[in-house]
Antibody
Framework: QVQLVQSRAEVKKPGASVKVSCKTY????????IHWVRQAPGQGLEWMGW????????KFSRNFQGRVTLTRDTSATTAYMEVRSLRSEDTAVYYC?????????????WGQGTLVTVSS | EIVLTQSPGTLFLSPGERATLSCRAS???????LAWYQHKPGQAPRLLIY???NRATGIPDRFSGSGSGTDFTLTVSRLGPEDSGVYYC?????????FGPGTKVDIK
């Protein structure tokens, strides 16, 4: 069955970078996009961007443009999200989620989430 | 961007009762591209409804969605203990996709 399995929790210092992985199972990886959504403590869900797993194309929320990189490894059926120049406000649970590749941001399967803590 | 508000903030209900959750958009949601998700602590969110009224794969018919334009409703009939969690609406008719703040459903 479809599964998205994310890497484990990370603790980073301000100014550092973090890279989260999202390993997928049970479907044709290149036929879908992978979205990234985060939830800061006590806050709602915030969409960050997506990567088309087939052609590698990306799109970002204005809030994350320039500070987030999305990549994928088709042979490993894995997507990656890297956030640079971390600040305390980036402390959040980061989720990957699968979406159709025809331009609608519906998230039909999600990963379990990766907690990233930014603290000095 | 489209701002979504949800009400009530918390629902306290008993097993067997019906839950009615509301989601209102700051402007009309294009093509009624409105989804609902259930989120339980420590678990991945689960897609319940898309296109305002279409149940996702494997979702029981106790869950139903309705509405159009700026006002949408999720109804959960015959509540069970497993229905506890936070329910989010999300619009995907406009970029960026945005989520409501959630309604917590507490089954006592």
């Amino acid at each position: 069955q479809v599964q998205l399995v994310q890497s484990r929790a990370e603790v980073k210092k301000p100014g550092a970078s973090v890279k989260v992985s999202c390993k997928t199972y049970g479907y044709t990886f290149t036929n879908y996009v992978i979205h990234w959504v985060r939830q800061a403590p006590g806050q709602g869900l915030e969409w960050m961007g997506w990567i088309n797993a087939g052609n590698g194309g990306t799109k970002f929320s204005r809030n994350f443009q320039g500070r987030v990189t999305l990549t994928r490894d088709t042979s490993a059926t894995t997507a990656y999200m890297e956030v640079r120049s971390l600040r305390s406000e980036d402390t959040a649970v980061y989720y990957c989620a699968r979406g159709p590749n025809f331009g609608v941001a519906i998230f039909d399967y999600w990963g379990q989430g990766t907690l990233v803590t930014v603290s000095s | 961007e489209i701002v979504l508000t949800q009400s009530p903030g918390t629902l306290f209900l008993s097993p067997g009762e019906r839950a009615t959750l509301s989601c209102r958009a700051s402007q009309s949601v294009s093509s009624n591209y409105l989804a609902w998700y259930q989120h339980k602590p420590g678990q991945a969110p689960r897609l319940l409804i898309y296109g305002a009224s279409n149940r996702a794969t494997g979702i029981p018919d106790r869950f139903s969605g309705s509405g159009s334009g700026t006002d949408f409703t999720l109804t959960v009939s015959r509540l069970g203990p497993e229905d506890s969690g936070v329910y989010y609406c999300q619009q995907y008719g406009d970029s960026p996709p945005t989520f409501g703040p959630g309604t917590k459903v507490d089954i006592k």
